[in-house]
């Protein structure tokens, strides 16, 4: 079972920033096989998704985090990252590294890391 390999996260104040990067296990695939996305869920709700970007480039974004929040990829680590700033409360939850392999049509996690902002 492929698990995506996320790192980052941890705790902030109310405004500051915090970064999350993501990578296929021992390079498994490239970025280019798959569409990216970050997820969360918070406490008693549901997974929702936080910020996606497919291999044309387009960007996908959930509520309330365009402006604050920024995926890029970096091809030559093969690794995504999930750039948070402005961070509010609200944000708090366990965020999910995604990805879509497009030449099995199949989704792949990250086993989650947890993201508390504290005002």
């Known amino acids: 079972q492929v698990q995506l390999v996320e790192s980052g996260g941890g705790s902030a104040q109310a405004g500051g920033?915090?970064?999350?990067?993501?990578?296929?296990?021992?390079?498994?695939?490239?970025?280019?096989?798959a569409d990216w996305?970050?997820?969360?869920?918070?406490?008693?709700?549901?997974r929702e998704l936080v910020i996606g970007l497919n291999r044309e480039g387009e960007m996908m974004y959930g509520e309330d985090v365009q402006g604050r929040f920024t995926m890029t990829r970096d091809k030559s680590k093969n690794m995504?990252?999930?750039?948070?700033?402005?961070?509010?409360?609200?944000?708090?939850?366990v965020y999910y590294c995604s990805a879509v392999l497009i030449v099995l049509s199949k989704?792949?996690?990250?086993?989650?890391?947890q993201v508390t902002v504290s005002s």
């Open 80 to 93: 995504i990252y999930l750039q948070m700033d402005g961070l509010k409360p609200e944000d708090t939850a």
């Open 17 to 33: 920033s915090l970064r999350l990067s993501c990578v296929p296990p021992a390079n498994v695939f490239g970025l280019d096989l």
């Open 107 to 113: 989704r792949y996690w990250g086993s989650g890391t």
């Open 37 to 46: 996305g970050w997820y969360r869920q918070a406490p008693g709700k549901q």
